[in-house]
């Protein structure tokens, strides 16, 4: 069980247009998601905090208005990058934790690699 | 604050050796979770070992073993005889316990990788 999907798993999109990338818990309620960010040879940077129901919290630096978090339900969650430009590139990782979770345990997406053109 | 230090960047193995990736964390909590996880090229984080602040006990699974030392603030991880497939990014993380605000995220260290020379 705890299975994250990611949808879709790449795009390439030009400047200035805007993508969205769903996160999905398959097999459980989820009522925290993290959004990560992981540019080539980097370590994973947390962006924001979704709980269902509630506004995101982002991290500083975070532009909210260019990425737009809506966790609409116990099972999604969505990242929209608005106006895309080229240094959005990178690979974005969703991660859930699991309702009722006793431990501090995260269940990762596969990741979704953007390229903006 | 939270952080997580692996101070090796790029480590290099021949088949079959042992190595031990290195990982040094930092927290004023006094309930904590410690993490380990695998990214293949692929990029998809492959979750290893959690190791809850209060459990010092060392654990072995295969041939990965884990060492917890509350002393030195470590939570160093050994492949033994490694494999070509052990060949990844191996990320250390760490999460607070408590019920704050920032409960629940994860800091990482900014990984190593290694590489498994056959």
């Known amino acids: 069980g705890a299975v994250v999907s990611q949808h879709p798993s790449w795009v390439i999109c030009k400047s200035g247009t805007s993508v969205k990338i769903e996160c999905r818990s398959l097999?459980?309620?989820?009522?925290?998601m993290f959004w990560y960010r992981q540019f080539p040879k980097q370590s994973l940077m947390l962006m924001a905090t979704?709980?269902?129901?509630?506004?995101?919290?982002?991290e500083q630096g975070v532009e909210k208005d260019k990425f737009l978090i809506n966790h609409a339900s116990l099972t999604l969650s969505t990242l929209t990058v608005t106006s895309a430009h080229p240094e959005d590139s990178s690979f974005y990782i969703c991660?859930?934790?699991?309702?009722?979770?006793?431990?501090?345990?995260?269940?990762f997406g596969p990741g979704t690699r953007l390229t903006v053109l | 604050a939270q952080k997580v230090t692996q101070a090796q960047t790029e480590i290099s193995v021949v088949e079959k050796e042992d190595v031990t990736l290195d990982c040094v964390y930092e927290t004023r909590d006094t309930t904590y979770y410690l993490f380990w996880y695998k990214q293949p090229p692929s990029g998809e984080l492959v979750f290893l070992i959690r190791r809850n602040s209060f459990d010092e006990q060392n654990e072995i699974s295969g041939r990965y073993s884990w060492n917890f030392q509350k002393s030195t603030s470590s939570f160093n991880f050994t492949i033994t005889a490694s494999q070509v497939v052990d060949s990844a990014v191996y990320f250390c993380a760490l999460s607070e316990g408590g019920s704050g605000a920032g409960s629940y995220q994860l800091t990482f260290g900014k990984g190593t990788k290694l590489s498994v020379i056959p």
């Open positions: 991660s859930a934790r699991k309702f009722g979770a006793f431990y501090n345990e995260q269940f």
């Open positions: 097999d459980f309620q989820a009522t925290t």
């Open positions: 979704s709980n269902e129901g509630s506004k995101a919290t982002y």
